[in-house]
């Protein structure tokens, strides 16, 4: 088993800047990939970013890129995902994934992970 702790979620305003943290701890010699979905009220969890545990791959959606960043420390088994130019619509609660099944590449869908966190909130007023 694996438990995935979020952190760093608050309030901010637009145009401000926020870093979430997911800390991994558990049967984590099997990461192959960690990633970040958020889900605002009303709406389906979607996909933010994530990245390959064993190579230098990331991918991000569309509608982050250019505003977050996800890396990884291997050795703290974290990700972290540094969110700039934050807007109204990224107010959601953060979730943190874990993907223990072998893959050599970035994966983006909600079945693609096996570990979930239990989220953390993002609000961004504007």
């Known amino acids: 088993q694996v438990q995935l702790v979020e952190s760093g979620g608050g309030l901010v305003q637009a145009g401000d800047s926020l870093r979430l943290s997911c800390a991994a701890s558990?049967?984590?010699?099997?990461?192959?990939?960690m990633g970040w979905f958020r889900q605002a009220p009303g709406k389906e969890r979607e996909f933010v970013a994530a990245i390959h545990w064993r190579s230098p791959y990331t991918d991000y959606g569309e509608l982050v890129k250019g505003r977050f960043t996800i890396s990884r420390d291997n050795a703290k088994n974290t990700v972290d995902l540094q969110m700039n130019s934050l807007k109204g619509e990224d107010t959601a609660v953060y979730y943190c994934?874990?993907?223990?099944?072998?893959?050599?590449?970035?994966?983006?869908?909600?079945?693609?992970?096996?570990?979930w966190g239990q989220g953390t909130q993002v609000t961004v007023s504007s």
């Open positions: 558990g049967r984590t010699f099997s990461t192959y990939n």
């Open positions: 994934a874990l993907r223990s099944r072998y893959t050599s590449a970035v994966r983006t869908r909600l079945d693609d992970f096996d570990y």
